[in-house]
Nanobody, 127 residues
Framework: QVQLVESGGGLVQPGGSLRLSCAASGFTLDYHAIGWFRQAPGKEREGVSCIRSRYGRVYYTDYTDSVKGRFTISRDDAKNTVYLQMNSLKPEDTAVYYC?????????????????WGQGTQVTVSS
């Protein structure tokens, strides 16, 4: 059974940091594109970052413009887990963050490209 479980969300002040985790089970991260998405109240879900790896080696990562230089995506093969390190957080980063896995290796930031989704974790940036 394929499952993705996010954790690490919470309340943080502007300028602070959080690290989100996405633990995968039922499949291996290799040969799958893994994406992080977020959805703020009243807004559409948007792609934040994605990572592609094969044979245990990361060879592609990408970020939406609004988080470039602040967020970093990574993976731990031993734990079958993908991380999203978020630094210099802003109030506009407040959203529910989801991780997703795509069987299509070319998947990037479109929700329809992804086959499996986690339940989401809330990130709130506020003073």
């Amino acid at each position: 059974q394929v499952q993705l479980v996010e954790s690490g969300g919470g309340l943080v002040q502007p300028g602070g940091s959080l690290r989100l985790s996405c633990a995968a089970s039922g499949f291996t991260l290799d040969y799958h594109a893994i994406g992080w998405f977020r959805q703020a109240p009243g807004k559409e879900r948007e792609g934040v970052s994605c990572i592609r790896s094969r044979y245990g080696r990361v060879y592609y990562t990408d970020y939406t413009d609004s988080v470039k230089g602040r967020f970093t995506i990574s993976r731990d093969d031993a734990k079958n887990t993908v991380y999203l390190q978020m630094n210099s957080l802003k109030p506009e980063d407040t959203a529910v963050y989801y991780c997703a896995a795509a069987r299509s290796f070319s998947a990037k930031f479109s929700s329809w490209e992804y086959d499996y989704w986690g339940q989401g974790t809330q990130v709130t940036v506020s003073s």
